[in-house]
């Protein structure tokens, strides 16, 4: 097989699957690992794909958004997703003011979040709220304005009400990030909500699943560097990983459970008070 041949033939594998290893393209074309790494290189070049940890996965379009009538209950719980969830909790501190996202990586959080020290939960999401609302080592405030079809609110009205709030910790999750262009998001309104959050948040910690990294989404949210930590997983792009760095973002890469044999039941939606996707979208509610 020509090289060219198998280079569209990786290109389609990684359209398909949206990611591959370099052991599988060894083993499929019968290839060394430097000529797999070598047409990685030149797929990437042609924007077919975005090379991460072991191998590449698909880039995701600027402009793609997610469905408008989200529903979580439905969607599949990713090992990735639940990992960095598990992480970003360790770093709630008793008595904080906590602005938690209202993306797929705040109902993660829910299962997670701890019962044993008392702090303040500030949320945009009603569907987020209802989970939490029989927390009771927790003080809950639910974010006013036009709510989206999604259940979450990042209009104008909401964007004015988190600007009379300071936030000792906020997690923030987006559309895409790059080392360059910085923090993107798909809306201007969810860009201009989570802007004030970040600039009204003592420390900043952002959230994203590996596939959003080195890709940018539509409207810019802020730079990297206004970032103290970025939480992603194992399948992360490592040269845009090493310039985050460069600017003086943290970065914790999870890993896999390896004791994980099957997944965690989904929770039901009033579990909130009993303990609590990898979603190929490109705007997170915030």
């Known amino acids: 097989m020509l090289m060219e041949e198998r280079q569209i033939k990786i290109a389609e594998l990684i359209e398909q699957k949206g990611r591959i290893t370099i052991g599988e393209i060894t083993e499929l074309f019968d290839i060394s690992h430097e000529s797999a790494r070598r047409d990685l290189r030149i797929l990437e070049s042609k924007g077919l794909c975005k090379r991460a940890h072991g191998g590449a996965i698909k880039p995701m379009p600027a402009g793609f958004m997610p469905p408008r009538n989200r529903n979580f209950d439905e ?24 602005y938690l996202t209202g993306g797929s990586f705040g109902f993660h959080m829910c299962h997670y979040l701890p ?112 970032f ?11 040269d845009e990983i ?22 965690r039941p989904r929770e039901r939606k009033d579990d909130a008070n009993e303990s609590n996707q990898r979603t190929e979208a490109t705007e997170s509610d915030s």
């Not at 990735?80 to 501190?93: G, P």
């Not at 262009?181 to 959050?197: C, H, I, M, P, Y």
């Not at 090493?242 to 099957?262: A, D, F, H, Q, Y």
């Open 75 to 98: 969607m599949p719980i990713f090992e990735n997703y639940e990992q960095i969830a598990k992480q970003a909790v360790t770093h709630i501190k008793e008595h904080q003011i906590i």
């Open 115 to 226: 019962r044993d020290i008392h702090y303040t939960l500030v949320v945009n999401s009603i569907d987020l709220a209802n989970r939490l609302r029989h927390l009771t080592n927790a003080d809950l405030y639910v974010v006013g304005g036009k709510m989206r079809q999604s259940t979450s609110v990042v209009d104008s009205m909401a964007t004015d009400f988190v600007s009379r709030m300071h936030f000792d910790l906020c997690f923030i999750t987006g559309g895409g990030l790059t080392s360059e262009f910085g923090l993107s998001n798909g809306t201007d309104e969810t860009a201009a909500f989570q802007r004030k959050v970040i600039e009204n948040s003592r420390k900043k910690i952002l959230l994203l699943p590996s596939q959003k990294i080195g890709t940018d989404a539509f409207i810019k949210v802020c730079n990297a560097d206004k």
């Open 228 to 238: 103290d930590l970025l939480i992603t997983d194992w399948d992360c792009v490592e």
């Open 242 to 263: 090493t310039k985050l760095e460069e600017k003086g973002v943290e970065v914790t890469i999870v890993e896999p459970n390896p004791n994980r044999t099957e997944q």
